[in-house]
């Protein structure tokens, strides 16, 4: 029986997928290794850790999907599923809270510190004003990315795209599936608007305000930010898409759906990161 009362937590049978992804990983670490060594076989490395990483994704994914379709989930299973997903999302937490506080770190306590009169001048014409436009490594001078523009754009359009999943979940639970698969296919819609615009933002800094990462620490956090969270935003994304294909088969109802929910929490923690960004970031 399968009743909320006597159902055993479900533990699965040993799986080859994590051995499989540990390949893959391996693969990968190989391939990135003899790339930047300029050694020919790293390009074949790399593209046999994706595929075997996407063999991996498909079938370990599709083994969860296959056993919630089959009833196995349960109370239990998805209290614990839900534990998961957020401490997942608490490490990503404190992963962006490492490169925000080195950010801080750098504006607010080294910057003013080394231009204090009691310090002698790091190099000549050296000013304590944030970003530093000069310096040793800076090769050449370089403007600093303005908040409005595509960066305030890029944020309505994130700011919409959790308004439009919110709808597509209030669908889900009110049973209107139409609802649902517009709002979520809209969402990731505006996910792969988002990634296009910044792409477009990475060529205009390069090309026209000569920032890179070798822009001393401004280029660094700024890249390293801005970059991370492009990355997590496809990963949203693709979890959403996953999740709107399902939708088209039938998956989920207003009682089980927390694989919609899981990405919807993560697509969330996608929306605050960019705001918090786009204030210390692009505009203070």
């Known amino acids: 029986m399968h009743n ?34 300029g050694i020919a076989a790293g390009k074949f490395g790399l593209l046999l850790g994706v595929l075997i990483l996407l063999w991996m994704l498909f079938g370990w994914f599709g083994d969860v999907i296959r056993e919630s379709l089959s ?14 997903m957020s401490w997942f999302i608490f490490s990503e937490v404190m992963f962006f809270a490492a490169f925000f506080g080195a950010l801080f770190y750098v504006r607010t306590i080294s910057v003013p510190e080394l231009g204090n009169e009691q310090h ?27 908040p409005w523009g595509l960066p305030a754009i890029n944020t309505l359009i994130l700011l919409s795209s959790g308004a439009t999943l919110t709808w597509a979940h209030w669908g889900l639970l009110s049973g209107l599936r139409r609802r649902l698969v517009f709002g979520l ?15 477009y933002e990475y060529a205009h800094a390069m090309n026209e305000l000569g920032l890179s990462l ?15 969270h492009g990355l997590h935003v496809l990963l949203g994304a693709i979890m959403l898409a996953v999740v709107w294909l ?13 694989a919609f929910e899981a990405a919807a929490w993560y697509w969330h923690f996608v ?4 705001l918090i960004l786009f204030v210390f970031v692009y505009w203070l």
């Open 4 to 37: 909320e009362t006597s159902h055993h937590y479900f533990v699965p049978d040993p799986s080859r997928w994590p051995i499989i992804g540990a390949v893959a990983l391996f693969a990968l670490g190989l391939g990135a290794s003899f790339t930047v060594n």
């Open 71 to 84: 009833g196995r989930y349960q109370r239990r299973e998805d209290a614990s599923f839900r534990w998961g």
């Open 120 to 146: 002698q001048l790091l190099y000549p014409g050296f000013a304590a004003s944030w970003p530093l436009a000069t310096g040793p490594g800076i090769s050449a001078t370089y403007q600093a990315m303005g």
């Open 185 to 199: 296919g809209l969402t990731v819609v505006l996910g792969a608007l988002f990634l296009g615009l910044q792409i």
């Open 214 to 228: 070798a822009s001393g620490a401004y280029g660094m956090t700024f890249f390293m930010l801005t970059g991370f």
């Open 246 to 258: 399902r939708v088209l088969r039938g998956h989920f109802n207003a009682e089980h759906h927390f």
């Open 271 to 274: 929306d605050v990161v960019w």
